[in-house]
């Protein structure tokens, strides 16, 4: 186990706070050596060694959100919690979920929300308050916490299926949706922003790579995604989900490489955007 961040990482990406007005997006992801992240029909496959892996854990740990589709949601049900790192540091906190799911459609068996509904019943809530966040909780520190999940929707979902979704302990944040009825990637640092989050991690899948990837600058000319960070695994996937969705891979921008790092098995490559 590393008993610290890994240090090509701690180099490159802003220490914390994140300034919430300029939120730092770094995008990430593993794939096989052709290229993909998923097996056939989306099938989930281990790409990280338990090096690489536990990177991304600490990964998580130095951004303020973790952002996922709601197909990944719906597919690999994951946790994106951060076991690996040592669970006795209170300093050490789990990101705040993020899923981008414009329909709504996130499934209220999610493990993502049964987790966060077991840790709300499990603490104590004193004066009647509803506990909406652990951030609402002053003595939940370290890496056990589990956060709430909160849903970016469409502001044409109907309001009782948004109600559906908070009675069963999300919390959705509905946005205006961009003419291909998606969340635009350039609208992500604004919602960022007034929820008070200075940072996200953006773990997959192969819709929304593509879509930040793809996406224009800010409005100040920088690019949208600030660093680039790739576990490549030496397997071939064959028939599986592309990093990018088939006939998006014209258009992707020039990388810089900032570092290779060698991890167990594994190459991890943490890049910029020219
Ligand atoms: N290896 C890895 O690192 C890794 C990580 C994560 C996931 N994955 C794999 O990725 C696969 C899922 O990828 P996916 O492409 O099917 O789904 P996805 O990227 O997880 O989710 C795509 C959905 O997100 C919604 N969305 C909202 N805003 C969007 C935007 N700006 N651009 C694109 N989509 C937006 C859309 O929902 P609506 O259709 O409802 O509009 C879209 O269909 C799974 O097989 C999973 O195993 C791999």
Redesign the pocket.
């Known amino acids: 186990m590393l008993t610290f961040p890994p240090a090509f990482l701690v180099g490159h990406l802003p220490a914390r706070p994140h300034d919430p007005a300029r939120p730092h997006v770094t995008v990430?992801?593993?794939?096989s050596l052709d290229a993909k992240?998923?097996g056939p029909g989306?099938?989930?496959?281990i790409?990280s060694g338990p090096e690489s892996m536990e990177m991304t854990h600490w990964l998580r740990t130095m951004h303020d959100a973790i952002l996922?589709?709601?197909?990944?949601?719906i597919?690999?049900d994951?946790r994106l919690k951060i076991q690996l790192v040592p669970q006795d540091d209170p300093s050490l906190l789990p990101p705040q979920p993020l899923i981008?799911?414009?329909?709504l459609?996130f499934p209220l068996s999610a493990r993502i929300l049964s987790e966060w509904n077991k840790y709300r019943g499990s603490r104590e809530l004193r004066d009647d308050r509803i506990l909406r966040d652990s951030r609402d909780v002053p003595d939940a520190r370290g890496p056990a916490v589990v956060r709430q999940p909160w849903i970016v929707c469409g502001d044409t979902v109907p309001p009782e299926r948004r109600e559906e979704v908070e009675r069963a302990g999300a919390r959705v944040v509905p946005t205006q949706l961009?003419g291909s009825?998606?969340?635009?990637?350039n609208a992500l640092p604004a919602i960022l922003s007034s929820l008070g989050l200075g940072s996200v991690m953006i773990?997959?899948?192969?819709?929304?790579?593509?879509?930040?990837l793809h996406a224009p600058s800010r409005a100040d000319g920088s690019p949208l995604v600030d660093s680039v960070i790739v576990?490549v695994a030496p397997m071939f996937i064959g028939e599986g989900?592309g990093v990018v969705?088939e006939g998006e891979d014209r258009g992707l921008p020039p990388l810089r490489t900032i570092h290779t790092e060698t991890m167990g098995k594994d190459a991890v490559m943490l890049c910029a955007l020219r």
């Open positions: 990430t992801w593993a794939q992240i998923a989306g099938a989930r496959v790409l996922v589709g709601i197909n990944t949601i597919m690999d994951p981008l799911d414009p329909q459609r961009d009825g998606r969340i635009s990637p773990e997959g899948g192969s819709r929304i790579l593509s879509s930040f576990t989900v969705p």
